[in-house]
């Protein structure tokens, strides 16, 4: 695409440039944005449909508030292309989610109008919050505070958390949110029927109307009315408006609902809002896939379709000629049914993530023994820890990086409960393209330091199946399965269900020269190396360990007897992680041996393909390779 095909856009270098334009130009700027971001995203894959649903309402906020200056505060951060586009990046947005290139969300040490880093919902309204009481505190009274949310993202406590903050303390913050019924998946729980009456109830609507223009005649009567006219709009809201409107009882100004595709109506409201002080809601109705026929029919598939052709549609599916081996969340998705088929207790419950996680397959199976609770991590796992206290057997299902978000859950609702819920992470390791805020990078530390957890990764398919058969028999307390995102190693997947011995890990080569340790499916890494090893009369020893907690000391006891070379390697951070815990060992029974520990080091890694960030991380087979060359040379 060349730049005449972007009349006006290819003119927007910032939403300065935006603001010169006349407000008629606003729905073709939209169109042509919307056309930019189809263009690019079909050829480097990305995030798609929820861009495409807040196109208007990205231009028309770039074109009402003065940005960077006021602040829009993106939640999740997957809708923000089009902010991105008009932010001064169009011209490297091709870059988007490639190593080096630009990030797939807002990030702080990208862009100043990206004002806050997001990639993990439900932040924003807490977020703007904070920025408004800064703003206060500086005397900056004319800045702006504009959180934009998504109905799914709304149903995280912690969105919850910030409203209610918000409610009391008349902070200038105008909330955006933007609801088309979906999540990932269509969306779910009470919160989303409730956004369903409300723009659809007649009565509420009428009321609601009928309130407002009343108020409107009232105004006219001048300034010296200005305290019957509080008094009257306080009685009145608190009659009728908070009762029956959610927002307005936590004393927000409920506002809309509005087209969110009808860009100059948008634009006129946004600046008609700016004049109105305290805590606001503008509750804007928008379509997921906006404009691109496959994504508005298809809204979950399209929500991050791969590669596409734009003129027909159609996913490109990369080249599947022979067997293939499954993805490990497929494995995870099939298995718990087979499990659940024969163990009546085994529920199955995923924080909105069904297809992302593939519990799709449980639901669709066994409806009554599988929940979608929306986006809440912290309730999944409580939750979790309830029916496992009344004799329940769930599997709860949670990507690593959101698991942080349930912490407290897992040490206080579930392990110092002694509770047997299991707990499968998937997107264990570096993710990415999603980059930093999604790698699992940190698990295997974080749970490793929780007394009454079991910890454990599958070196592939079949010990995924054997490691989730083990977890639900009988007594055995909490338990974590963490593995990575993609694909496994076997096409013949379908193994019969072994029990395994807890904390027991396995020899999987003997060798002479030096140990490899490993844990959890990169080990294949290792694998993939034994003939080059072999070839170059190299010995290598490699353990998959199977258990970070309890970590296997006879076989570790075993391997320190043996080498005084020793490496360990993990995809998770090396501080506090698997590494960490063969140090411990080797301390605590006075060994002493070279040991270097090979996984994430201690820093943030951004975005790119998982090879290039694990050689980034110096654990790609060439380092692993090279490391134990050198530790030999020494
Ligand atoms: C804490 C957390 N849990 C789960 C996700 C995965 N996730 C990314 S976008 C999304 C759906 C968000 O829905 P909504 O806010 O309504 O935005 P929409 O995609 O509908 O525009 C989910 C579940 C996440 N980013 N953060």
Sequence with gaps: MTDEHYELLS?????????KLKADDL????????????DVVSSNPGHFGASLGVVELTVALHYVFNTPYDRIVWDVGHQAYGHKILTGRRDIFHTNRKYKGVSGFPNRFESEYDSFGVGHSSTSISAALGMAVAAQKKDETDRNIIAVIGDGSMTAGLAFEGLNNAGIEHSNILVVLNDNHMAIDPNVGALNEYLLDITTSKTYNKVKDDVWNTLGKIRKFGPN???FIQKIENGIKSIILRQSNFFEALNFRY?????????????????DLKHISGPKLLHCQTKKGKGFKNAELEQTIWHAPGKFDKKTGEIIKSNTEGKQAPKFQDVFGHTIVELAEKNDKIIGITPAMPTGSSLNIMMEKMPDRAFDVGIAEQHAVTFSAGLAADGMMPFCNIYSSFMQRAYDQVIHDTALQNLNVVFCLDRGGLVGADGATHHGAFDLAYMRCVPNLTVSAPLNEEELRNLMYTAQLPDKGAFVIRYPRGKGV????KTDFKELEIGKGRVLKQGMDIAILSIGAIGNLVLNLYS?????????EHCDMRFVKPIDTNLLHQVFSKFDKIITLEDGTIVGGFGSAVLEFMSENNYSAKVVRLGIPDRFIEHGTQPELYKECGYDEGSIYQTVVDMLGE
């Design 11 to 19: 003119r927007i270098n910032s939403p300065a440039d935006l603001r």
């Design 532 to 540: 080059k090893f072999e070839n170059e009369g190299i010995s290598v």
């Design 27 to 38: 729905m073709q700027v939209s169109n042509e944005l919307r056309q930019f971001i189809i």
């Design 255 to 271: 506002f809309g609902p509005v087209d969110g595709h009808d860009v100059n109506h948008l634009a006129s409201v946004l600046a």
């Design 225 to 227: 009315t200005q305290a």
């Design 490 to 493: 076997m096409p013949d997947w």
